[in-house]
C-alpha cells in the first residue's frame, strides 16, 4: 500500500515538473522570438533611415538641375512693382540692394507622377523608401533667396525635397509575442505600424533645367 502510494505521488510529482517544464519552455521560447523579430523589424527600419538620408540627398541633386515639380515657379528674376531707386540695371545682384528683384513667394507641392521631375525623381529614389510609400510623400518646396540670381537672369531658388507622412510597417508579430512572453494582454501596440520620421535635403538650384533645348 505504502509503495503503491510513493509511486503515484512520483508520477504525479513527475507530470507537475512536465507541465512547469512546458510553461517555462513557451516563455524562453517567446522571449527568444520577441529579441529574434525585434532584431529584424528594427533592422529594417534602421536600413531604411540611413537609404532613405541618402535618397533624398539624390532627390535634391536632381530636382535643382530639373525644370520645377511645382507650377507657379517664375523663370527668371523680375523687377518689383515698385523698383529701387534708380531703377537697377539688369544683370544687377539681387541682394545688391532692397527691391532690386520681386519677392518671390515660396511654392511647395506634393509630388505628382504627372510631373516630369516629380516622376524622374521618384523613379529613382522608390526601391530605397520604405514600403508603402508613394510618390505624393515626396514634398517640393522652392524658396526665394535674394542672395542667389541677379535681375533678368534665371531665377533661383532654394530647392527642398522631403519625405514626409510615410508609415513605416512592422513584419513581425511584435505586439503578440510580448505580451506571450509577459503573460499579459497589454503589448498589441508594439503590433502597430510607426511613423517614420521626416527627412528633407535643401540646395540652391543651379539653372532649373533653364536654356536646356534637349
Known sequence: ?????????LKQFSLEESAASLIELAIVIALFLLILFGLIDYGRFAFHFVTTERAMHVAARIAVVRPPACTGVPD?????AVPSTPAPQYG?????????????????CDGNA??????????VVEPTLPGGSTIANL???????TDLGFL?????PIVTVELQNVVFQFVTPLGALAALA???????????DIQFPSMSVSLPAEDLNQGNNG
Open 76 to 80: 527668371t528674376n523680375e523687377r518689383p
Open 114 to 123: 504627372a510631373n516630369a521631375t516629380a516622376a524622374e525623381i521618384w523613379n
Open 139 to 145: 514634398r517640393f518646396r522652392y524658396t526665394s533667396d
Open 92 to 108: 544687377t545682384n539681387c541682394n545688391a540692394a532692397a527691391n532690386v528683384c520681386k519677392v518671390v513667394a515660396d511654392v511647395a
Open 152 to 156: 533678368g537672369g534665371p531665377y533661383v
Open 182 to 192: 509577459t503573460g499579459t494582454s497589454g503589448g498589441n501596440n508594439l503590433n502597430a
Open 1 to 9: 500500500m505504502i509503495k503503491r502510494l510513493a509511486i503515484h505521488r
